[in-house]
């Protein structure tokens, strides 16, 4: 692990150890994840810095059953992995059971968390994710069948408030969710109209809360620091935090976030050099997760903007950096940098990633219509559940 500089911040109270399942987590941090980001180079990075639970990328249960090589790929965990954490995506509560009973079978995973957020229009134009709840009664089923199949194994939700603001389905959702006997629920507190615009409602995570009280509710949204997770454990007295677009360039963040929910006061503010140290291992952990070096230097490259925000790297080196081609040639590029760069403060903080802006959220043709699910839209979902995993 690299070792990083430090600065102090206010000392914050700490929250309770947080358990999904039997499964017993130090500090109540949760990895959400996200496409292209969660595979098993990331979390492991993540791992060296923090604390945590740490979830792969999406894997779509049709691809699973239909044993795909990149949904085989994605469900690898590397031995320093553990717990291992699998979410998992489905329509279908066939196919999401029949999925489940080949992870925990074949003893792949340790916790399985199921996708109902996603707000993406070519999930949600079929009737999946973040637009699924809506129909209550093949939310419940799909929950109700991979909780069967788990056994043992703990079961997740992670939902968003609604379709937006007139249509929210997180409260009967979540008791849905509840009553199938899942052992937490998760709530990114936007709809899929707000995508990742404006600010998270933190409210909608304390009316989840005040309304499951059986199982851990998380909240996500908007945790750009360790201060920002404690104030939203403060505000809605949610049991424990979900980090995404967050540690994007950012992996120390889950260092910070388990100082932070330990009441410790020291934060970690590297330098360009630690930056830049932090960058290269990351490439070297895909290289061995692709097992092909050019496809792991063409992934690094959408990161480089989120590792270098706010220190001083010009624009024509972030371009070279961009299109890097091999670890020699990153390696070059690096040493042009000026190491003792200190942090540059809030400049390097906050937001990351595209917010985008409210959109009509794509939807199956009369979908608001009705809460249950029509003939139309049954044939409408079937082609919702995608032969591809990881987003």
């Known amino acids: ?17 947080l358990s999904i399942g039997p499964i017993p987590l130090s500090v109540p941090v949760v990895l959400a994840p996200m496409a292209g980001i969660t595979n098993t180079a990331f979390r492991r990075l993540c791992r060296e810095y923090g604390a945590g639970l740490y979830v792969s ?99 997740t939700v992670k939902m968003r408030k609604g379709i ?10 979540a008791k849905a969710a509840e009553g199938a006997g899942v052992a937490a629920v998760a709530l990114h507190a936007r709809t899929a109209a707000d995508f990742y615009s404006g600010n998270a409602d933190w409210d909608a995570i304390g009316k989840l809360k005040e309304t499951i009280s059986s199982v851990p509710v998380l909240g996500n949204g908007d945790i750009w620091s360790a201060e920002d997770a404690l104030r939203m454990v ?9 980090v995404g677009r967050g540690c994007l360039g950012r992996p120390w963040l889950f260092g910070d976030l388990a100082a932070g929910f330990r009441g410790e006061e020291l934060r970690i503010q590297p330098n360009l050099g630690e930056v830049a140290d932090a960058f290269r291992r990351h490439a070297e952990l895909l290289v061995e997760f692709f097992d092909d070096e050019v496809k792991a230097c063409r992934d690094i490259r959408k990161h480089v903007a989120w590792y270098f925000k706010g220190y001083p790297v010009g624009g024509e080196l972030r371009a070279r950096l961009a299109a890097v081609e091999s670890l020699q040639h990153m390696d070059d590029l690096l040493g042009e940098l000026d190491r003792d ?10 937001p990351r990633g595209r917010a985008g802006s409210p959109k009509r959220p794509a939807l199956p043709e009369n979908w608001l219509a009705d809460r249950e699910l029509t003939d139309a839209h049954r044939a409408a979902i079937s082609a919702a559940e995608l032969h591809h995993s990881g987003g």
């Open 341 to 350: 760069i200190p942090y540059p403060g809030t400049e390097a903080e906050g």
């Open 57 to 155: 990328e999406m894997i779509t249960s049709r691809a699973l059953v239909e044993r795909t090589p990149e949904s085989m790929r994605l469900i690898t965990h590397h031995e320093s992995e553990t717990p291992r954490s699998i979410q998992l995506y489905s329509v279908d509560p066939a196919t999401a059971a029949e999925a489940t009973r080949f992870l925990v079978g074949e003893g792949l995973t340790d916790h399985i968390d199921m996708n109902f957020g996603c707000p993406v229009p070519k999930v949600t134009r079929k009737g999946g994710g973040a637009a699924l709840p809506w129909k209550l009664e093949l939310f419940r089923s799909i929950v109700e069948a991979t909780v069967r199949a788990a056994g043992p194994i703990p079961v």
């Open 234 to 242: 403060e505000q809605s007295g949610c049991d424990g935090i979900v």
């Open 164 to 173: 937006d603001a007139d249509h929210l389905t997180y409260l009967e959702a």
């Open 1 to 17: 692990m690299v070792v990083m500089s430090t600065a102090t911040a206010a000392l914050a109270p700490t929250t309770a150890p």
